[in-house]
């Protein structure tokens, strides 16, 4: 069996061909790293750093940029929130089964952390309920979480329903967690913004959307739909009539989880497949940074 | 209506059965080539995707029933519909002499008889017909023919000539020589001389081998003789007799009294029923029509052949059904091509 955790790595490290990795390790550093008011020492500067915790004096004597680093860094806790129901068998926007792309991206994330020394858990399920993997430290241990997400998913799992895992970490996860939540193109509505108000105020949240398959329009081609196999009629998906209406549902759709995300202070990314998650991620990275 | 291949709809209605159960069997296999795809009822309850899927469906069930129509009728077709009826064929071979007294009283008589015998030979096939005019000698107007142009041809001459028209005297030329008027033996006896001999003597070379005509002379006049006749009509009648020949006759001027035999009208009535024949006394010219036409029916009736069981295809229905459903559903196809 091929280690999924591999893949991830080789992934980055072609990534890393075009930025520097290490400038992903900063973002990652910035965003989540929690601070503590104890310095430590200095360490030299990585592109991605924060640029406040740069040591402008210490730098001055020392010709090139230092970072100060504190003592008595908070461990953190990543906690990888997926959804294993059989909406993500499906096929993405390009092509690619939208379970690989959630691995690609839970994987890449929990190195980060990983190679931050954070400890990594995993919350999934379907509709019929959630399974928590808690959170350890270690690459065996991020393999088994990936491996749990990928043999979870299937066209004979449950249906999705990320409300049910959403409900799940705010039931039983204590304490203040870095929420990474991987899931499809979500539908507004008031009760997961409520849900995701009262979990925005516990933990800091990253939102990672993987596109579905364009259902109607020039894109679209024979399917069957997962929820109960019954086959589209892409005939009538091309139409233009159909294609404009989907269109505008689709738009409309997309600007209501935008608006709700913005409005609980989530930063959200959007991913079509598999090799635009690092860019994607980074970008995602920087937003958040951004937003504060 | 009955099919003659019945069997062929059970084999039909199987192979129909094996074909969809063919094509419908394997409904979820065909999702291996399909991408799943998720969230597809935010498609699928779009208000125009459901328009256009009723619409497809409409189309599909015109198909459907299209096929089935065509698939059905096709096989009640390929079964083959007969129409099995049984019919006394009448023959066609039937020979008719005209035999007209022309003495003057009888010539609106004369001219019903030909008239209607022109519209018959209109509808004739195969009888051959002859005119033979007589008053005191009998004048072969034409033999026995088939010629119906040319029947036609004549029997208008002679209505003309029998309606007393200008022009037309020379018709009855030779008919009259002198001796007597209305030698009516003399006239049946030519009459029936110009049938062919019944041995086929007559015929020029082999003698053909042909199913016997029927002979039938009607003959229009009324029995006032005057003069000396060479054959009676009892000596006339005898040799329609002999030679198988029907006499019809038609009595314009029946005046007997009382039911002596001895009258003209109980004489030739006795003359054409020996002969198997039949004898109309005339109350108009008018009812001359009806009177040929029931000997017609006779004499048919007479010479039918033997029933015959007469099978008929009729696949007119079926067919018709089948082109009306075969562009329904090029046309539902046409509608539903990807």
């Known amino acids: ?292 | 209506m009955e099919l003659m291949y019945w069997w062929i709809l059970p084999v039909a209605a199987a192979a129909a059965a094996g074909a969809g159960w063919l094509v419908f069997r394997k409904g979820n296999r065909e999702n291996a080539r399909r991408r799943p795809v998720a969230n597809a009822d935010r498609l699928t309850a779009l208000p125009e995707y459901q328009a256009a899927l009723r619409r497809y469906r409409r189309w599909l069930g015109v198909a459907a029933l299209a096929a089935s129509a065509l698939a059905a009728s096709a096989a009640i077709a390929v079964a083959r519909p007969v129409e099995l009826t049984t019919i006394r064929p009448v023959q066609h071979n039937r020979d008719i002499v005209l035999c007209l007294d022309a003495s003057g009283s009888m010539s609106s008589a004369d001219a019903r008889v030909v008239e209607v015998f022109t519209e018959l030979a209109a509808d004739f096939d195969g009888e051959r017909i002859g005119l033979t005019i007589f008053d005191s000698s009998a004048v072969q107007v034409f033999p026995l023919t088939d010629d119906y142009s040319y029947v036609q041809e004549q029997l208008t001459m002679a209505k003309d000539a029998f309606n007393g028209e200008a022009g037309t005297s020379g018709f009855l030329d030779g008919t009259w020589n002198g001796r007597g008027s209305s030698l009516i033996g003399d006239g049946l006896a030519s009459c029936v001389e110009s049938f062919p001999a019944a041995d086929g003597t007559a015929h020029d070379g082999p003698p053909r081998d042909e199913s016997p005509r029927s002979r039938s002379v009607v003959l229009a006049t009324d029995n006032f003789l005057s003069g000396d006749p060479i054959f009676t009509l009892d000596q006339a009648g005898d040799l329609a007799q002999e030679r198988d020949v029907r006499v019809y006759a038609l009595n314009p001027g029946d005046f007997d009294y009382g039911t002596a035999a001895g009258q003209p009208g109980a004489l030739l009535r006795a003359a054409a029923e020996a002969t198997g024949g039949a004898y109309y006394p005339l109350d108009s010219p008018d009812a001359v029509a009806g009177i040929v036409r029931d000997v017609q029916a006779t004499e048919a009736a007479a010479i039918q052949g033997a029933p015959r069981a007469v099978v008929s295809d009729r696949p007119d229905l079926p067919l018709t059904v089948a082109l009306l459903s075969g562009f329904v559903l090029a046309g539902a196809s046409w509608r539903l091509r990807p």
């Open chain 1, 1 to 292: 069996m091929t280690s999924l955790l591999q893949r991830v790595r080789s992934k980055m490290s072609i990534f890393a061909h075009r930025k520097a990795r290490g400038m992903l390790d900063g973002e990652y550093g910035s965003v989540f790293r929690g601070r503590s008011l104890d310095f430590d020492d200095l360490r030299a500067y990585i592109p991605g750093d924060e640029v406040r915790d740069i040591d402008w004096k210490a730098s001055a004597r020392h010709g090139s940029p230092l970072i100060k680093r504190y003592v008595a860094v908070r461990r953190q806790t990543l906690m990888l929130i997926a959804d294993t129901g059989r909406n993500m068998a499906a096929e993405s926007r390009d092509g690619e089964p939208k379970k690989d792309i959630a691995v690609m991206a839970l994987g890449v994330m929990g190195y980060l952390a990983h190679r931050h020394g954070d400890v990594v858990g995993l919350v999934c399920g379907d509709a019929h309920g959630s399974r928590t993997l808690p959170a350890k430290a270690g690459v065996a241990h991020l393999e088994r979480l990936l491996q749990e997400v990928d043999s979870g998913t299937s066209l004979g799992s449950g249906p999705s329903r990320l409300q049910e895992q959403l409900h799940h970490v705010a039931r039983t996860v204590k304490g203040r967690k870095l929420l990474f939540v991987v899931t499809d193109e979500l539908a507004e509505d008031p009760g997961l913004e409520q849900l995701l108000r009262r979990l925005r105020a516990q933990h800091e949240i990253l939102w990672l959307t993987i596109r579905d398959a364009e259902l109607a329009g020039g894109g679209a081609a024979d399917s069957f739909s997962v929820a109960d196999a019954s086959p589209l009629l892409d005939r009538i998906a091309r139409s233009p009539a159909v294609a404009a209406a989907y269109a505008t549902a689709t738009a409309e759709r997309e600007s209501g989880r935008h608006a709700m995300l913005r409005s609980v202070g989530i930063s959200e990314g959007h991913v079509a497949n598999s090799h635009d998650v690092m860019t994607e991620l980074f970008a995602l990275l920087e937003r958040h940074r951004r937003a504060g």
